[in-house]
């Protein structure tokens, strides 16, 4: 999972760039990179890190150009090293610059294909530099020229089709691409099944104010992860760029869309459940409505599990922060009192996405303190969005144990995780969950738990369908959760121990 941006026709490219991945830092914490384009050529740069300690005024100033790509990093492929930091640049042909979010899952043969058949030796261990190869050398066998100027948009436009249905036809997984061609334009596209969200805006530009890097049509455009970053820098949603469909925005300004390869809408559960900004409206769904939906559905579930088990609260209290809007709808229709008693630390990483055991452990210790004096002798109620490997749901609730609470309930938004996720959410290996193979009452012994209550499929489901227009209508991928895969995985053992083996080495 990570966070990408596109613009074009705006000579502040970079900067609004940043302030994009700005938005989008909750996406991922791990990197930063931005690329830029103009008549002196490419300009790049990347790090390790946040996006705020990445960039400086200086080095922003330095990507000049009114057409730029820009990616936040969250680790789920390669090893964390600077080498495999987006985006991704190729001189030929054209000049290709490329930034991914999502995972591919048959990245091992592709890369051997790349090796054997097309003689393209990859650098890193990134799957995006996969697609980036593939997207060119499917663009140097269909363009008509070597010369960009020479090809009319049409000419263009019907290239880059050609290329993205070659990556279409060989790349399984999930995957929303934003790339630059030099001197053409900007490209996006999303896998057949619209895993992972990317969403089109645009606002009116006046040339005679904003000089060099207005396009003719007077508009400039931008494509991103999510619409939080849109809305931030005054980009009128268009639409989301639909599953199967590549979006080229030329040089002039016109703008071109095609319908590839769409094979059923699959967006994935956890955007609303976990990965996206409240502030967000993912596919039709807005995100905090879902969330508060999530909280209403768990009521009913809630409501059973206490009256069946016999269970008493005094407080309900949500895990900081996913869980907070559903927590709050929860105690509503519960009629329990909400407490926020878990004082977080702004300045520590979402531990979810720390890439080990070792990691989220100890970042847990620094991100919550409990208040000791509204938990003691108090029955809580601890809602949180998910429960995957159960390291950070063990620790929390150690943490309001010690604090002196009488009895704490553990309640998660999502259902049980049973199943690996090989679209980017970074826990593909089955073993690893807590949920998989395990009772309920095994659960809670694991966790340390008086009982822990999980979100029903029905209700996660009726949740997106009944809080926006877009998902509601389409079969939302639920894999890690139900076993029913969009794509085929069978390459998904390899990618596990693939990320098993980084893990390690990230380690080491």
């Given amino acids: 999972m990570c966070g990408v941006v596109g613009l074009i026709g705006t000579p502040d490219a970079s900067r609004e760039a940043f302030l994009g991945l700005t938005t989008l830092q909750h996406r991922g914490q791990d990197a930063a990179g931005i690329l830029t384009y103009d008549t002196d050529g490419f300009h790049r740069v990347k790090n390790i890190g946040l996006v705020e300690s990445v960039f400086t005024r200086e080095n922003i100033a330095s990507l000049t150009g009114n057409l730029a790509i820009g990616h936040a990093r969250y680790s789920t492929i390669g090893r964390g090293d600077l080498g495999d930091v987006q985006p991704f640049l190729l001189s030929y042909p054209f000049g290709i610059g490329m930034v991914h979010n999502g995972n591919i899952v048959n990245c091992k043969e592709l890369a051997h294909e790349l090796r054997t058949k097309y003689r393209r030796n990859l650098l890193t261990h990134s799957d995006t530099e996969i697609v980036m190869n593939l997207f060119a050398e499917g663009l140097a066998q269909t363009s008509t020229s070597g010369i960009a100027e020479s090809l009319s948009s049409e000419q263009q436009f019907e290239s880059i089709c050609s290329a993205v249905k070659s990556v279409f036809s060989q790349v399984n997984g999930s995957y929303s691409i934003v790339t630059l061609v030099a001197d053409q334009g900007l490209v996006a596209f999303r896998d057949p099944h619209g895993i992972r969200p990317l969403v089109w805006g645009k606002r009116k530009v006046n040339p005679a104010a904003n000089g060099a890097g207005a396009l003719a049509s007077g508009e400039a455009h931008m494509v991103a992860s999510e619409s939080v970053a849109l809305s931030f820098l005054g980009y009128e949603v268009v639409r989301n760029i639909q599953p199967g469909e590549v979006l080229f925005i030329d040089m002039k300004g016109k703008v071109h869309s095609k319908m590839i390869d769409s094979r059923g809408a699959r967006h994935c559960m956890f955007e609303w459940v976990y990965f996206a900004s409240p502030e967000s409206v993912i596919d039709g769904v807005p995100v905090y409505g879902a969330r508060i939906q999530l909280g209403k559905n768990l009521a009913r579930l809630v409501k059973t599990q206490m009256t069946m088990r016999k269970l008493e609260a005094d407080l309900i209290v949500p895990v900081p922060e996913t869980s907070r809007i559903a927590a709050i709808a929860l105690a509503e229709d519960l009629g329990i009192p909400y407490r926020e008693v878990l004082i977080k630390n702004r300045y520590i990483k979402r531990t979810f996405i720390l890439d080990s055991q070792e990691k989220r452990q100890s970042a847990v210790n620094l991100k919550l303190s409990p208040v000791r004096s509204e938990i003691e002798g108090k029955r809580v109620l601890l809602v949180d969005d998910s429960i995957v490997r159960g390291t950070t749901s063990r620790k929390i609730i150690e943490l309001v144990r010690n604090a002196g609470a009488s009895k704490v309930y553990f309640v998660s938004t999502c259902p049980p995780i049973k199943n690996a996720c090989f679209y980017g959410i970074d826990f593909p290996v089955k073993e690893e969950l807590i949920a998989s193979g395990q009772s309920l009452s095994e659960i809670e012994r694991d966790l340390g738990a008086d009982a822990v209550i999980y979100q029903d499929i029905e209700g996660l489901r ?27 995985v069978s390459a998904g053992s390899k990618f596990g121990a693939a990320r098993k083996e980084d893990r390690g080495q990230n380690k080491g």
């Fill in 462 to 488: 009726r949740s997106i369908a009944e809080s926006g227009t877009g998902a509601g209508g389409s079969r939302p991928c639920m894999a890690c959760l139900d076993g029913e895969y969009p794509s085929d």
